[in-house]
């Protein structure tokens, strides 16, 4: 039997709310009041609808559907940024009256154009997603124009990989090799736990994973008898000195201390980027790359690690290569035709 909808009080908000055919209703702060609209809402459900006119209580619906079906950490971040936004414009601004210069002003506090582009990114997506549940027929922000993302556009030579290693000590050398010889995202190394660990391969569940589907990083023999070294049957392998997980600004903490030492820029993801370049310039083709990356098409590998670009070396090594097999496909043709003859 389905269970009846009725009026619960929620702390975080101060108010009365009620859930009808789906559809989360604020109610208000009085509960003599709460109770008597939420009747004559369940008289008539017609008007349930009606009653989601801002964007405040616009965002509560969606961050209960997104605590139900999305990971914990999308969760959390769409409610860290929805809250600021409402925060910004306050909560009783109807949907009808968003404009879209608010979002804009609102996004540029927050810092780099990358963390811009994100915020943008979760407030639209709560529109697309009323859309989606019939809530709205159109998304106020729609053609709104978002900063760009900037690219984490680091990767290291041998030698730098070498200088980073001799400044750093254990544990968090162990940290960072694992992510140099998998690939993996560094928030993939710092949360990986026993239960992950399959044979030679780590499977996180896709809700635990980016892009909500399942990750699979393959581990080599190197990464393997790293993720050995620090076995335990609980919690993430890999702890600091105090016992404790890395933390993605502990990571970025310990990562500037060692750039001001080697004297270039040292971030996690360079080392996941050195994997992939290190990939195309071995000639490991970019399906394969895309796999081992946890990347849903090919197409990222030439969007996101375009690094080659800019090695000359290589570029030159395949130039050589284009013409050595131009000019024996050139001969083979030949051959063919004095044969003909």
């Known amino acids: 039997m389905a269970r009846q909808p009725k009026p619960y009080f929620r702390k975080a908000q101060n108010r009365w709310v009620c859930t009808i055919d789906g559809r989360r209703i604020t109610l208000g702060k009085d509960k003599a009041a709460a109770k008597q ?16 006119v801002t964007i405040y209580d616009l965002s509560q619906i969606y961050l209960d559907w997104c605590e139900a079906n999305r990971s914990a950490g999308t969760y959390k971040n769409h409610r860290r940024y929805l809250k600021g936004f409402i925060e910004s414009i306050g909560r009783t601004v109807r ?3 968003l404009k879209k210069h608010q979002v804009l002003k609102w996004s540029e506090t927050k810092g780099t154009s990358t963390s811009q582009n994100d915020a943008i990114s979760v407030v639209k997506r709560m529109f697309n997603w009323a859309i989606e549940q019939e809530y709205l027929e159109a998304n106020p922000l729609h053609g709104i124009k978002k900063p760009p993302r900037r690219r984490r556009d680091i990767v290291y030579t041998p030698q730098q990989w070498r200088h980073i290693r001799e400044h750093a000590t ?12 998998t690939g993996c995202r560094p928030r993939e190394a710092r949360t990986i736990e026993a239960r ?3 044979g030679d391969t780590a499977i996180f569940p896709g809700d635990e994973a980016k892009g909500e589907s399942t990750r699979v990083i393959f581990l080599i023999p190197q990464a393997k008898e790293i993720l ?5 049957e609980d919690g993430p392998l890999f702890l600091n000195t105090r016992g404790n997980p890395w933390t993605k600004d502990s990571i970025k903490c310990r990562l500037n201390r060692i750039s001001k030492r080697v004297g270039f820029r040292c971030v996690a993801y360079g080392a996941r ?7 195309l310039i071995n000639e490991v083709d970019p399906i394969s790359i895309s796999h081992l990356m946890g990347h849903k098409s090919p197409r990222m ?28 496909d050139h001969l083979n043709s030949t051959d063919h035709v004095a044969c003909s003859d």
Do not use: C
């Open 196 to 198: 992950h660990i399959h």
């Open 273 to 279: 980027h050195s994997f992939a370049t290190n990939a």
């Open 301 to 328: 590998v030439g969007e996101v690690y375009s690094h080659l670009a800019r090695n000359p070396a290589f570029l030159k090594r395949q130039a050589q290569k284009a013409v050595v097999q131009a000019s024996s």
């Open 228 to 232: 050995d070294r620090n076995t335990r």
């Open 170 to 181: 254990e544990p968090f050398l162990s940290l960072i090799d694992f992510i140099w010889s």
């Open 37 to 52: 609209k939420f009747h004559g809402l369940m008289l008539d459900r017609r008007n349930v609808t009606s009653e989601i």
């Open 95 to 97: 949907i009808a009256a």
